[in-house]
């Protein structure tokens, strides 16, 4: 199992620029997140699904919207990006019951904006 | 407010010293405790839970609901310690996963 997966590993996107980055994961798991890693701050949430075909926002969600047409995908895009979305992104999943909150992340995803 | 405290950015002990990674929670509720880590190049990985009351690679982490801290703890710090290792909180049977902005552990030689 190759358990979860992001695509493109880098990018570097001018203001203004729009981008999506994929998250893939092969366990089957319910539940998928996109979190942001910035020094400092830790990992926040940016957006959330508990399911394929529903989305919610987490933490720090502006600037971003998210799409899970199918179960083993979600979809973080950025519109218009800002050099403040310059990050870490990572994708992490997690089971339904009682593993909900052991969570398996991807491996990132480094995203300048110049 | 939920929140998850990590004092210290950053820490710097000798191989063979022990080290203990502080970690202090805000939670109304019954939460669960987790540590995370995150070696050099590789992805973030869960390293120990509460609930399960594990020593994983030589770490231990007792949770203290009267001081609401969870500190991970070893004895002997080794080389291949070195990490990010970030405390996280989520509720009992829950999903949503809180995270500490982590602690830098360096361990010299």
């Known amino acids: 199992n190759a358990g979860v997966t992001q695509t493109p590993k880098f990018r570097v996107l001018k203001t203004g620029q729009s981008m999506t980055l994929l998250c893939a994961q092969d366990?089957?798991?319910?539940?998928m997140y996109w979190y942001r890693q910035d020094p400092g701050m830790g990992l926040r949430l940016i957006h959330y699904?508990?399911?394929?075909?529903?989305?919610a926002k987490g933490e720090v969600p502006d600037g971003y919207n998210v799409s899970r047409l199918k179960k083993q995908n979600f979809l973080l895009g950025l519109e218009s990006a800002a050099p403040s979305q310059t990050s870490v992104y990572f994708c992490?999943?997690?089971?339904?019951?009682?593993?909900?909150?052991?969570?398996?992340f991807g491996p990132g995803t480094r995203l300048t904006v110049t | 407010a939920q929140r998850v405290t990590q004092p210290e950015k950053l820490l710097s002990v000798f191989k063979g010293a022990p080290v203990e990674l502080k970690c202090n929670y805000s939670?109304?509720?019954?939460?669960?405790l987790f540590w995370y880590v995150q070696y050099s190049r590789q992805r973030l990985q869960l390293l120990l839970r509460?609930?399960s009351r594990e020593s994983i690679k030589g770490f231990t982490a007792d949770l203290n609901k009267g001081e609401t801290s969870f500190h991970l703890k070893k004895p002997f710090a080794q080389e291949e310690d070195s990490a990010m290792y970030y405390c996280?909180?989520?509720?009992?049977?829950?999903?949503?996963?809180?995270f500490g902005a982590g602690t830098r552990l360096f361990v010299k030689a």
């Open positions: 992490a999943s997690s089971s339904l019951g009682q593993g909900a909150n052991e969570q398996y």
């Open positions: 366990m089957n798991h319910e539940y």
């Open positions: 699904s508990v399911g394929e075909g529903t989305t």
């Open positions: 939670y109304s509720g019954s939460p669960e």
């Open positions: 509460h609930i």
């Open positions: 996280a909180l989520s509720s009992t049977g829950g999903f949503k996963t809180i």
